[in-house]
């Protein structure tokens, strides 16, 4: 069964720091895999995905994302941290096939000034 | 494009009551979700619709919930004596090109509280 790790349940940065994620996931093939970002009392909105083209994704409000298969990782990076930015950060991964979002169990940004 | 909506957005019930929760996607997406997440904790998948079909239901998904989606539109997701276990955040999502190219659009959710 596919799982998703995010390393760190809480991270804090400064503003103007870089933004480092961590998602591990576990798959028996390479599968689709998303970001999303969820702020307090809304929904998720999808930062980026990555479906098997480009290896580097970017996406929205200046995040990427790097599919690194020997490693089995999607780790989300961001160069210099807005305040705006604090929020949890979801990662997500999906099998071929299927239409299931498997998510991991979110990391909680928090920028500081 | 007014994205995904559900309502209510929050509902309180007593154990042993019924609740039903509506969502109404993105015009046009065919591909509807119902996924649920508590506290501290990633969304977990529910169920699929593609149109009015049911192709995709979780095992989370016991006899005492049930989902529809008739004629392909809105979708209403129904809890039957409702237990405290179930407080949770409700979440809804639509895609139009499947998941896996397209990503699927959350709505708010429906925060329901089981007393």
């Known amino acids: 069964a596919q799982s998703v790790t995010q390393l760190g349940s809480h991270v804090s940065v400064s503003e103007g720091a870089l933004v480092l994620l961590r998602c591990n996931y576990s798959s028996s093939v390479p599968p689709y895999l998303f970001w999303y970002v969820q702020y307090p009392n809304q929904g998720l909105q999808l930062l980026l995905k990555y479906t098997s083209a480009a290896t580097l994704v970017k996406g929205i409000n200046g995040f990427e994302a790097e599919f690194k298969k020997s490693e089995t990782s999607f780790h989300l990076t961001k160069p210099s941290a807005h305040m705006s930015d604090a929020a949890e950060y979801f990662c997500?991964?999906?099998?071929?096939?299927?239409?299931?979002?498997?998510f991991g169990k979110g990391t909680k940004l928090t920028v500081n000034p | 494009d007014t994205g995904v909506s559900q309502n209510p957005r929050h509902k309180i019930t007593k154990r042993g009551q019924n609740v039903t929760f509506r969502c109404d996607p993105i015009s046009e997406h065919n591909r509807l979700y119902w996924y649920r997440q508590t506290l501290g904790q990633g969304p977990e998948f529910l169920t699929y619709f593609q149109n009015e079909a049911q192709l995709e239901k979780s095992r989370l998904l016991s006899d005492r919930f049930s989902a529809e989606r008739p004629k392909g539109s809105f979708s209403t997701l129904e809890i039957q004596r409702t237990e405290q276990g179930d407080s949770a955040m409700y979440l809804c999502?639509?895609?139009?090109?499947?998941?896996?190219?397209?990503?699927?659009?959350f709505g708010p959710g429906t925060r329901l509280t089981v007393l």
């Open positions: 999502a639509s895609s139009n090109t499947g998941g896996t190219t397209g990503g699927q659009f």
């Open positions: 997500a991964v999906m099998q071929g096939g299927s239409e299931k979002l498997v």
